[in-house]
């Protein structure tokens, strides 16, 4: 298990070095860079071929991105070339925002879709599991700024401004700086919409997955032989059958992370949160190079990371699976 | 032999017990009746209501696509500043917006950028990713390896973070060029799921006897691949080019919603959703309508992939 856990970590490395030099690749690609951004009005052809060898622009793109990784391997994310200050500082200070939104996003889908799914497949075509089966469906048709829009719509216009509709206030011991204000109500109140506009859509889908591997399961003949040694229905629901259930769900979850992030940088936005979602996207229409490589790595981490958390899963919910 | 399967479909064993056995004897009881896969598939489609439901949406859809030049009151780019931001009327059935346009006349055109992309981009990937499949698949080895390693690469992007950098590398425009880089950046995103999905389809049915069969007769590769083998796995892809439409659609509202889609004049719901959220306090119909649209869109092919996904493949219900 543990050579197989080492395996996967140095197998991380390939993977975050291809997807970054690619998005390396892309960016330098595209019309237009940095320089003519940070001299505005001021644009004259020589300074801008001063500050491109200012930051080392008008070097081959290859070497470019070796002293990229050169920096990198000694902790150093560059700078911003727009702002000027550290990409790594600015992933730290949002990196908490983004976490948070993710994490409570994917519980709400959970909470949701584990009773939801069971009860479909347990009272499979009573007025239950319609239910569940449609919202399900309404729920996977629904893109998430729409549920947000409509979250904002009831929670922040209609109900006399209960929530606040944008900004952010950090939860208690995750603000990474000094000036950051912080309070739990008040970032109870911030994440609350986001977490939920975020989540709906992952609930109706794992729902509809849930239900369909939890029919699979509970027709299959160990769960009969449960039910026949004489087993409470509760053990044979969640111990037999919904950990054998969870397997394809999970995976299915593994595979939604790259729509996680799409969801979270829109959701972000919408919100206007100062999260990593933002960070990206501003980062990339600025073609700001620095900070894009930065967001391309910490998703990239995230993306392998939880991939491998996936399949370290499968352990647990059926020890038949072993890694070596 | 054909008084076999009559007697048990006509016999003292009720067709739904049979059914809930799944599988036992079925196949040859429908064989015995001339039925063609196809009528067969209708005839399922037809029985689910909500397949129907999905069907009716989306040809309407489509229907509004088309005529949307004869459907739309009004212009869907021409502003009207003495008329901005009309609530819903006899007038403008569904109010104006900051630019005095109405909204209606915008929403209807935007059905064409919507299902154009959705429809196209599916498209697109499935000629480029299903060809690369069905090689990879059929001939394995150094091919199969090389094809799969760039699916693989592609795959390895988080789907979003991919589709906004090519936005940002193709710029984003107006009109019809602007509609065909969105097309482009979700079909080069999309390829290796039909990739995919046929490979593994084409890995199971080239071992079958009937692959073998042709092989010992002396067809040639192509004709095998297109004739034998493509046919035996147009289920599993026609079910996730049609559910694939719906996430096309998503993906392509999200673009826009980041402003990364067709830029404006040209009506696109996604856009218009973000632009209106400014003005949302006072007039919230703004951005309820074109949202309203891309989800009755989207339910529209969820509803019509799952009934086909059901009809198709039973034992995947």
């Known amino acids: ?33 940095p320089v003519v951004a940070l001299l505005g009005d001021a644009y004259t052809e020589e300074d801008a071929i001063k500050a491109r060898a200012e930051y080392g622009l008008n070097k081959p793109i290859v070497v470019q991105y070796v002293i990229w990784l050169g920096k990198l391997v000694q902790g150093d994310w560059g700078a911003s070339i727009l702002t000027g200050r550290p990409v790594l500082q600015d992933v730290m200070i949002r990196l908490p925002v983004t976490l948070e939104l993710v994490v409570l996003s994917m519980a709400v889908a959970l909470l949701i879709a584990i009773p939801a799914g069971i009860i479909g497949a347990l009272r499979r075509n009573t007025w239950a599991d319609y239910t569940a089966t449609t ?28 929530l606040p509709s944008s900004g952010w206030i950090y939860l208690p011991g995750t603000c990474p700086t000094m000036v950051c204000g912080s309070s739990l109500w008040g970032n109870a109140t911030h994440v609350l919409m986001p977490a939920f506009a975020l989540g709906i859509g992952r609930a109706a889908l794992l729902t509809r997955l849930l239900r369909a591997s939890m029919l699979e399961v509970i027709r299959a003949e160990y769960v009969t032989t449960a039910r026949a040694k004489g087993l409470a229905e509760r053990p044979v629901v969640f111990k037999h059958a919904l950990k054998n259930a969870l397997i394809p769900t ?10 996680l992030i799409g969801g979270a940088i829109v959701v972000e936005t919408l919100f206007a949160m100062p999260g990593l979602g933002t960070f990206g996207i501003d980062a990339i229409i600025a073609r700001d190079y620095q900070q894009v490589q930065g967001f391309a790595l910490i998703t990239a981490l995230a993306f392998v990371v939880i991939n491998l958390l996936v399949d370290l899963t499968y352990t647990f919910l059926d020890p038949r699976i072993r890694y070596a | 032999m054909a008084t076999t399967p009559r007697s048990i ?12 056995v799944g599988g036992v004897g079925w196949a040859g009881a429908r064989a015995g009746r001339t039925e063609s896969p196809l009528a067969e598939a209708v005839r399922r489609l037809r029985k689910s209501a909500t397949a129907l439901i999905g ?72 000629f480029v990713g299903v060809p690369f499949g069905m090689i990879a698949g059929f001939y394995g080895g150094r091919v199969d390896t090389g094809i799969m390693r760039v699916m693989d690469l592609i795959l390895a992007f988080p789907i979003y973070l991919l589709a906004i950098i090519l936005m940002v590398m193709f710029t984003p425009t107006a009109g019809l060029i602007g509609t065909m880089k969105v097309t482009g950046a979700i079909a080069i995103v999309r390829i290796p799921i039909y990739a995919r999905l046929v490979r593994g389809s084409v890995l199971s049915i080239k071992e079958k006897e009937f692959i073998e069969a042709c ?32 996430t096309s ?69």
């Open chain 1, 250 to 259: 999970v995976t299915v979850m593994g595979l939604q992370v790259g729509f």
């Open chain 1, 135 to 162: 919202v399900a469906m309404v729920g996977v048709s629904i893109p998430e700024f729409f549920i947000g829009v409509l979250l904002l719509l009831v929670f922040s216009i209609g109900l006399g401004g209960f």
């Open chain 2, 9 to 20: 479909s006509g016999g003292s064993v009720g067709e739904a017990e049979l059914r809930s």
């Open chain 2, 249 to 317: 659609i998503i993906v392509e509202a999200t673009l826009s919603f980041l402003g990364l889609g067709t830029q404006p004049p040209t009506p696109s719901w996604g856009w218009d959703l973000k632009a209106n959220i400014a003005f949302i306090q006072a007039n919230a119909w703004l951005s309820l309508f074109p949202g309203l649209a891309i989800f009755l869109t989207v339910l529209g092919f969820n509803l019509f992939g799952d009934g086909l996904r059901d009809a198709l493949d039973p034992r995947l219900k």
């Open chain 2, 55 to 126: 069907v009716g949406i989306v040809v309407v859809l489509v229907l509004v696509a088309i005529f949307a030049d004869v459907l739309a009151p009004r212009s869907p780019i021409a502003s009207n500043q003495a008329q901005t931001f009309q609530r819903p009327s006899w007038e403008h059935p569904l109010g104006t917006d900051q630019l005095g346009r109405d909204m209606l006349s915008r929403i209807i055109h935007g059905t064409r950028i919507s299902l154009a992309v959705g429809v196209s981009s599916v498209l697109l990937a499935l």
């Open chain 1, 1 to 33: 298990m543990r050579t197989y856990i080492l395996r996967r970590l140095l197998q991380i490395i390939p993977t975050v070095l291809g997807i970054t030099f690619i998005v390396f690749l892309m960016m330098r690609s595209v019309p237009g860079d």
């Open chain 2, 215 to 246: 092989r010992a007769l002396g067809v040639r590769d192509h004709s095998i691949l297109f004739r034998h083998v493509l046919p035996n796995c147009l289920a599993p892809i026609i079910v996730t080019t049609t559910l694939g439409i719906a």
